[in-house]
């Protein structure tokens, strides 16, 4: 008998908050419209840093790819030249991939990188209909040049 009663008790104040929430006006947001805001601390997609003179920040060392649990990162060291120089280190990462599948966003590689290469930004709105899609290359990572302008049209300095 007493098992029945707290049973009620329970389906009562259970029943009670369902009545509550009917007469509350819903909560919507209008998220294409309207993004909301993310936290500072928030891990979303990986971007590849350059220094301010346009050389990335990245030189192969291949830390990232050790310490990633999910071995999501895949990196190919190259060795800079006098003529091709693409960071200022002795080398560079001729290929660096991250298969976002994978990728459980744990934020170790941005943490044993040297050189702050690998940041963990706040874009979290990224899909693609194919698993090669969402097999990100250097090019796609790697943040623009900081000396290059962007493009403007000539109808907007009019």
Known sequence: MAGLLADLGAFARGFRTTIGHIFRKPVTQQYPDV???VQTRFRGRHMLMRYDNGLERCIGCSLCAVICPAE???VEAAEN???ARY?????YAKRYEINM???IY???CQEACPTEAIVLGHEYAFSDY???GLIYTKDMLLVPDPRQAPATSAS???
Do not use: F, L, Q
């Open 106 to 108: 744990c934020g170790y």
């Open 156 to 158: 907007a300095a009019d």
């Open 87 to 91: 960071s200022p280190g002795e080398r």
């Open 101 to 103: 599948i994978r990728c």
């Open 35 to 37: 993004i909301p805001p």
């Open 81 to 83: 030249s006098d003529t």
């Open 130 to 132: 194919t698993r090669d």
């Open 72 to 74: 999501a990162i895949y």
